[in-house]
């Protein structure tokens, strides 16, 4: 790594401290408001915590506000997202507050404030070489998936999104996806996929299996 990028790339962590330490302390009162709502709504825990996988391919335990109920079948299997989808989880996934608790894993340096989405471990070994190249850099809050399409993208058209942006990246371009990401937020643009409730797993294609046969 050159010494630029390594510069480039401690500036970015310096304001990833900076902003989400203040965002935490700023957005207190509506961290705990939400929590209540969520713990007299849905119940407790109000945090829903997931492994999902960072940079180099490093897994982490990541926070959001829990938006689902634990509902079952009759077997005792859990029911489909769209059925487990509480009325104010899908609330909090529309203007993406349940995304909140993510601060902290942005403090840990687990993640960035813009970067790849962090996606599930499982998904590793479907990728194909050039799709593991998302990970090259640390998963973030905002990225280029949520600025320019979110859920409306497919698994193919968002990993091209994030080996670009690995490709891009600078400080200038952070700073466009963020004001990207926040006003599709505030629009609430493509939070489901067609069909889904949320957005349906990511089952590898023939171009990624190929790649790494």
């Known amino acids: 790594m050159s010494v630029t990028r390594r510069?480039?790339?401690g500036t970015k962590r310096a304001l990833d401290v900076v902003i989400s330490g203040l965002g935490l302390v700023l957005l207190a009162p509506l961290i705990a408001a939400v929590s209540a709502m969520v713990a007299?709504?849905?119940?407790?825990?109000?945090?829903?915590?997931?492994?999902?996988?960072?940079?180099?391919?490093?897994?982490?335990?990541?926070?959001k506000f829990r938006t689902m109920s634990d509902a079952r079948d009759a077997t005792g299997n859990l029911l489909p997202d769209g059925d487990r989808i509480t009325r104010t989880g899908r609330v909090l996934r529309q203007w993406?507050?349940?995304?909140?608790?993510?601060?902290?894993?942005?403090?840990?340096?687990?993640?960035?404030?813009?970067?790849?989405?962090?996606l599930l471990p499982e998904y590793w070994d479907l990728y194909s070489a050039e799709q593991r190249r998302r990970h090259e850099l640390s998963p973030g809050i905002a990225g280029p998936v949520p600025a320019?399409?979110?859920?409306?993208?497919?698994?193919?058209?968002?990993f091209a999104l994030d080996v670009w942006y690995v490709d891009n990246w600078s400080l200038r371009l952070d700073v466009k996806i963020f004001a990207l990401t926040l006003r599709k937020a505030i629009t609430r643009e493509g939070v489901s996929a067609d069909g889904h409730a949320t957005?349906?797993?990511?089952?590898?294609?023939?171009?990624?299996?190929?790649?790494?046969?």
Not at 108 to 117: C, K, N
Not at 199 to 213: I, K, T, V
């Open 7 to 9: 510069l480039r790339l």
């Open 96 to 118: 993406s507050v349940d995304e909140l608790p993510t601060l902290v894993n942005v403090l840990r340096g687990e993640m960035s404030l813009v970067g790849p989405r962090p």
């Open 148 to 158: 320019f399409g979110r859920n409306s993208l497919s698994w193919q058209e968002k």
């Open 40 to 63: 007299a709504t849905t119940g407790r825990p109000v945090i829903f915590k997931q492994v999902r996988l960072g940079r180099d391919g490093r897994s982490f335990t990541l926070l």
């Open 199 to 213: 957005m349906p797993r990511f089952e590898g294609d023939s171009s990624s299996r190929e790649a790494l046969e």
